[in-house]
Every structure is written in C-alpha cells, then in structure tokens.
C-alpha cells in the first residue's frame, strides 16, 4: 500500500505516464513518478528583471522559472540566450549606422563608426549609451596607430579596438557591449573603425564638427581639423576656435582625402595619370575618325601639349576635388581654402573625417518576403 507524502496537492494522472504530481515532494513508486510542482513566478520578480534587462515579457517569465525565480541566474539565463540571438543576427548586413564624435579637451580627438541593419536603433536610448561610454573609453585610451578599421585590417581593429578587454575597468571589451545590444534592440549592431587625432602644440587649436546629428555625440558626418595661427598672425585662441569651425565644416561637407598635395601616395598620383592618358587617347581616336570621314587631314597633338593638358586635368578635377587646400572653400567658390586660410591668418596642420557608410560595399536590400522566409529559416 502505497503511503500519502502529500496531503495538500492530491495526486493526478498525467498523459500516457502515470505521474503524480506533489508540491515540492518528488517520489518514485511502482505505478507513480512524483515531480515538482511548477509555480508561475511572481509578479514584482517579473517587473523587476523586465526594468533591468528590458528583456521580451515572455522570455523574463522563462528565465524565472528556469531558474527557481532567482534573479541573478535569469539574468544570465538571460544574457546566454540574447548571445545566441545575437550569434543569429550577426551575418545580417550592417549598412545604416552613425558617426560618435569625443573630444578630451584641446589635446585628442577620436571618430568612431558603427553600423547597424536600419536608421530605427539610433534613437535607442540603450544604443547611444553604449556608443558614449565607448567614446569615453576610445578618447582617453593609447593605440599603436591613429586609424583603425575592419576593411584595412580585421585582425588588428579586433585585436587593438573591439576586443580590447583592457578598455573597461570591468574587462568588457566594445565587441560584448554590442553584442549584448543586439540581444535588447534585436538588430545586428558592429563596429567598423575608428580614427584619432592628436594636437601636440598648445598654441593649435582642435576643433570638432559633426553634420546631421542626433545627440551631441552622434551624427552622419564628423570632422576635426587643428589649426593655428600664421607667422606674424595675432590670432586668439577663441578666433581659431571660429575659423577651424567653418573649416570643419568644409571638410565634413566637400569630404577631402589629403591636406596638400604633397600628402597624395605617389601611386595614386600615377593610376590618376593613367586614367586621364586613356581618356585623350580615346579622344584621340575620336577626333582621328571624325577627321578620316570628313576627308581632312589629322594631325596628332604634340607629346609636351599632351602632357600638359595631363597635368591641368589632374590638378583641376583631381587634386581639387581631394586636397583640402585646392579645394574652392566652400562659403565663397571663387577662392580655394588656401586663399581663405591667407587671408584669415590661419594654418591647417591636420584633419581627419568620418561618414557613414564610406567604402562601404552596399548590399541591395532585401524584400519583406524575403526577410520573412529568412527569420523563418533561422529558427
């Protein structure tokens, strides 16, 4: 005769297998198999992780009850299931994003991308958190070099900046943060590059600029240029400020590559050249033909014509498009930046710019449907 152990809860038949199911008692007899009897967690512990994991409804009640309504295992029940979404999400392509910009007072500046699936995510007050304790971090920290990117080189941006560990006091790197605001936005967010700048001169100035901004930290275009003033110049500190201003915005929105022109690779001097040298000769060709069918006689222009014609076209259509200081300035187009920089007393000793998305291989994005079929696959 099988004895009672549980007078509150009486026994049931469960399915195919006979169970009976006891409060807190678990048993095993010929006939009956006792478990746990399962309670729904109760209603603060649910509102409490939810406020502090901003975790789905159904998934904070889940992580309860897997693990005995403790909170601090549900929430790393938690964070091991948002690792795994993550893992799920973080092959999808990454083509909107921002630009964070930080300054540390008149010596350092650091421009940092970081991407993500859609434009929605950027006005999460978790995503911008994250991207300025990550500017804090980036700004005050040292690096071999002043640039670091994931097309340049993986490897050494993961090594240096995303796996860092030794960038946070707690030894999270910038990759974990992310990682973890994939599992709350339920959108792959990455990193992609970073840039520094440094003003070893205390005379210079370092002012920042940042175009199409969401927070004061977060934009679509960001520039800093250091600036200072010209021999026999009287500028003040607070008259660089405004001048490298205007000039940052220049570059935030004619997008220069090099300062001068003696900072061009001679590489790509050369592919240019190349370029152009193809060009007239099709347009030689050109000319030859129209000549032949007219019945007139062709007559080749000279080599040193050709190669100053070369010359002209690079420095008009490339160099000015891609040297900060041949460019037209952009708040008067009948003069270059040079001239501008002359006439103000000011010097530009360095630059650097960021934009969303720059060199950046776009995907054409998907349809609904196949977004569907997608996420259905993943499951």
Not at 1 to 23: A, D, E, F, W, Y
Not at 181 to 205: C, G, H, M, P, Y
Not at 256 to 276: C, F, G, W
Not at 345 to 362: L, N, P, S, T, W
Request: charged share 25%; aromatic share 6%; glycine share 6%.
């Amino acid at each position: 005769m099988m004895k009672r152990i549980c007078s509150r809860v009486p026994s049931v038949l469960c399915g195919k297998q006979n169970m009976m199911i006891c409060n807190g008692v678990t048993t095993t007899r010929s006939m009956f198999t006792c478990t746990n009897f399962l309670r729904a967690p109760p209603t603060e512990l649910i509102k409490q992780l939810r406020a502090e994991t901003d975790a789905p409804l159904g998934q904070v009640r889940k992580a309860l009850e897997e693990s005995d309504n403790d909170i601090k295992k549900a929430k790393e029940w938690l964070r091991q299931k948002g690792l795994q979404t993550a893992a799920k999400k973080s092959a999808r392509s990454t083509q909107e994003g921002i630009i964070g910009i930080q300054q540390n007072g008149n010596e350092r500046g650091v421009l940092f991308e970081v991407n993500s699936e859609t434009d929605f995510v950027i006005n999460s007050d978790v995503f911008k958190g994250v991207v300025d304790e990550c500017l804090d971090v980036l700004v005050k920290s040292k690096f071999e070099k002043n640039e670091y990117s994931v097309e340049q080189d993986e490897q050494s941006f993961n090594q240096q900046v995303a796996e860092n560990s030794a960038l946070f006091e707690n030894g999270v790197s910038i990759k974990q943060k992310f990682t973890e605001l994939v599992a709350v936005l339920r959108e792959n967010v990455k990193a992609r590059r970073v840039k520094f700048i440094n003003n070893i001169d205390s005379s210079s100035q370092l002012v920042g600029y940042l175009h199409n901004s969401k927070t004061s930290k977060i934009g679509g275009v960001g520039a800093f240029v250091i600036v200072k003033a010209a021999p026999n110049s009287t500028k003040t500190a607070e008259q660089l400020q405004s001048a490298g201003r205007q000039i940052a915005m220049h570059i935030c929105g004619m997008g220069p590559n090099y300062l001068t022109k003696d900072q061009v690779p001679a590489e790509v001097l050369s592919h240019e050249r190349e370029l152009l040298i193809k060009r007239l000769e099709e347009q030689n060709m050109e000319e030859k033909k129209k000549a032949e069918e007219a019945g007139k006689e062709y007559k080749p222009k000279p080599q040193n014509i050709l190669n100053m014609m070369i010359e002209g076209q690079l420095n008009k259509q490339f160099l000015a498009d891609h040297v900060l200081l041949l460019q037209p300035w952009v708040l008067d187009q009948k003069m270059s930046v040079q001239q501008f920089l002359k006439e103000e007393g000011i010097e530009v000793v360095d630059f650097i710019r960021m934009k969303v998305g720059e060199g950046m291989a776009y995907q054409a994005k998907k349809s609904f449907a196949e977004e569907v079929a997608e996420q259905v696959g993943q499951k």
